[in-house]
Nanobody, 116 residues
């Protein structure tokens, strides 16, 4: 059974930074691409960033490019999202997801709140 557990969310002032972590179990982690998504109140879940199995290829949404950085440690079965220069519009529940052929496994989410 695949389990993804996010941590590191919280309340931060605009311009601040947070680092999210997602610990994975129940899967061969290095076989999966990993991603971060977010859902703000009243909005649909949206893609934030993804990273391939080796960590060499990353993708970002335009809204976070240049501010967020995704990375992974295959030895620790963990993916990270470093978020810098946070804005109030980054406020959302952030979800970790694993992809083999599709984004089929999801964590429970961690709340990120950015105050102005």
């Amino acid at each position: 059974q695949v389990q993804l557990v996010e941590s590191g969310g919280g309340l931060v002032q605009a311009g601040g930074s947070l680092r999210l972590s997602c610990a994975a179990s129940g899967l061969t982690f290095s076989n999966y691409a990993m991603g971060w998504f977010r859902q703000a109140p009243g909005k649909e879940r949206e893609f934030v960033a993804s990273i391939n199995w080796s960590g060499r290829t990353t993708f970002y949404s335009d809204s976070v490019k240049g501010r967020f950085s995704i990375s992974r440690d295959n030895a620790k079965n963990t993916v990270y999202l470093q978020m810098n220069s946070l804005k109030p519009e980054d406020t959302a529940v952030y979800y970790c997801a694993a992809k083999y052929s599709d984004w089929s496994s999801w964590g429970q989410g961690t709340q990120v709140t950015v105050s102005s």
